[in-house]
């Protein structure tokens, strides 16, 4: 497939010289906003995301690799280090999240790359950054994670401490340096020149943790896991219905009411254990039965017309068949359909966030073979057929 680039960052080059999820997240944010991205592979394998995923169909790499083209390059031999030499020349922005120092090893550290072309913006992802006693660490998403406060916080006080899900520790650290990568593209319409964003995946993480530092600095709080509720927040939880569960938050004063009204006990409203955000936190526990008392008196449909009814923040909890069959999802094209050689049909998140007048897109989906577009994108820096073949002898592609 092939749609029109109308994204805001079209006519951006990238080179995307990561793997797995930090570095290639990154470049998958700036390829849906319209950025040209080429993508450089390991000749043969490739990117190991090629075969990450779950169930029998593994279709992970068809999301953080779509609107990339694929180049093969051997990083660790001059002829293969020479070919991104020539790709940078011609480029805004280059991203890795290698070990740090690993670049400078293949003799494509920023004093090179910015010596070529000192308009470069130069993204390194890494667990710890590229300075300070531990940069030279390795470190995936899960440690940055723990090291960045938010591992402790995540699960039930009387268990070990759980992780999300998801990657949340690499997507974090991706997203701030494609962040990092649009100030500096501002930034180099008044300087003229590139600059390195360096993003740590436990900085990334420690600056979500709202005020979990200065909490503890003031008073001694050290914030606890606590489960599905949120300490001093209520009434805001997961509740029990007759049918399955359901998640209301209406733990601010005037929503509050409105969920007392709803439950057909407005009085609680003005109960002193309850008037106000400090007393419904103080007395959060009983307040959660309270409410959950009710709510399970119903089924889960009938919560939430009368959340909707009554104007009170709430939602089911879904999953992937909910999210496809939602109204709301399709009026706002949140899942889009791709049409695929391998897989008929793929379906995923689209491109956001929505823009009035340069949105983001899926024009083209991932490439299917290591080095697909060797042809096209090396054929454009002047390298013939004979060229690329013997590169290919030589194993640099």
């Not at 943790?209 to 709080?221: D, F, N, R």
């Not at 955000?277 to 008196?297: F, M, Y």
């Amino acid at each position: 497939m092939m749609t029109e680039n109308t994204g805001a960052l079209q006519g951006i080059r990238v080179i995307e010289l990561g793997q797995l999820i930090a570095g290639p997240f990154c470049g998958q944010l700036l390829g849906d906003m319209g950025a040209d991205v080429i993508k450089v592979e390991a000749p043969g394998a490739g990117d190991p995301m090629r075969a990450w995923g779950r169930g029998e169909h593994k279709l992970w790499w068809e999301v953080v690799a779509r609107n990339k083209r694929s180049v093969s390059a051997n990083l660790r031999i001059p002829a293969g280090q020479a070919l991104v030499r020539k790709l940078v020349a011609e480029a805004d922005i280059l991203i890795e999240n290698f070990k740090p120092g690993t670049l400078e090893k293949w003799n494509l550290g920023p004093d090179v790359l910015h010596e070529i072309n000192p308009r470069l913006i130069i993204v390194r992802v890494s667990g710890y950054g590229q300075t300070g006693p531990y940069a030279s660490r390795a470190g995936f998403g899960g440690i940055g994670e723990a090291m960045g406060g938010w591992r402790y916080i995540v699960g039930d006080a009387d268990r070990a401490p759980s992780r999300m899900g998801l990657s949340i520790g690499d997507t974090l650290a991706a997203t701030y340096g494609c962040m990092g990568a649009l100030a500096a593209l501002h930034a180099r319409e008044r300087t003229g020149k590139g600059q390195i964003v360096d993003s740590a995946l436990y900085e990334a993480v420690l600056q979500v943790t709202e005020s979990l530092i200065p909490e503890y600095v003031a008073s001694g709080y050290i914030r606890e896991r606590s489960g599905s509720a949120l300490p001093g927040i209520a009434p805001s939880n997961v509740y029990k219905t007759a049918d399955g569960e359901f998640l209301i938050g209406a733990n601010q004063d005037a929503v509050f009411a409105r969920l007392c009204a709803a439950m057909g006990h407005p009085e609680l409203a003005t109960n002193p254990r309850y008037v106000d955000h400090v007393a419904r936190g103080r007395n959060q526990v009983e307040l959660d039965a309270i409410v959950e008392a009710w709510t399970k008196t119903m089924t889960t449909a009938e919560v939430e017309r009368l959340m909707i009814e009554h104007s009170v923040p709430s939602g089911t909890i879904y999953r992937a068949p909910e999210m496809l069959e939602d109204p709301h999802f399709a009026a706002r094209d949140a899942i889009v359909t791709l049409d695929h050689p391998r897989w008929g049909e793929v379906k995923m998140q689209n491109s956001f966030p929505k823009m009035s007048d340069t949105p983001g897109s899926i024009r083209s989906i991932a490439p299917q073979s290591v080095g697909e577009h060797n042809a096209e994108v090396y054929g454009a820096l002047g390298l013939s057929a004979e060229d690329l073949a013997g590169l290919k002898a030589e194993g640099a592609i």
